[in-house]
């Protein structure tokens, strides 16, 4: 058993307990919002609402996210989570837009947005720091190992991002065309 998965949060165990981290948060503080405000809460809306914003966050979190995606997908999440938990309401109380605590109910599940988007983002930063510093490490120790000035490590090591695309730049010869004159027909015979 390797422990690599370790520098790799986007990836294996780790991925699958972000994901899980973020499904039961969202769900569990959008439960209370709703036990909170008088709402319908049902096991059925709970586990439905867990298992599709589980499975989406998983595809979501093969990267490292930020605080402020951590906001509007926690804001889509709490919409998920309030449109299941009326969808198996099995009470038949008022209807929702007729209830005095609907403006309290919005009040919980903004504020639980915010509460969640604020721990995820610092948690989302530890669990990538590992995986930054290694890929810090590796840099300083293949410039030293190749004769370079060996690289002044950060202070606070940035966030990792994924690379660009480059895209090939035209000239003004066509892209058929081969830098060097192509020779064509049976090899030269030299005589002597």
Known sequence: MTSAWVLRPGSGPLRAARAAALAASSVG?????????????????AVGAGVVIGAASWSLLSRQRSTGFFLVWLAVCQTVA????????????????????LL???????????????????????????????????????????????????????????????VARRTGRSLWASPAPVRRGPPRVRVT
């Open 29 to 45: 503080l959008g439960a209370l919002a709703h036990l909170a405000a008088d709402g319908c809460l049902d096991v059925e809306g």
């Open 82 to 101: 309030h449109g299941a938990f009326t969808l198996f309401c099995r009470d038949t109380g008022p209807a929702p837009a007729a209830s005095p605590h």
């Open 104 to 166: 309290a109910m919005l009040a919980m599940h903004v504020l639980a947005v915010g509460f969640v988007a604020a721990l995820l983002g610092r948690a989302e930063a530890r669990a990538w720091a590992p995986a930054t510093l290694a890929r810090v490490l590796r840099r300083a120790v293949g410039a030293l190992g190749s004769g370079l000035t060996p690289v002044r490590l950060p202070h606070r090591y940035p966030p990792v991002r994924s690379t660009p695309t480059v």
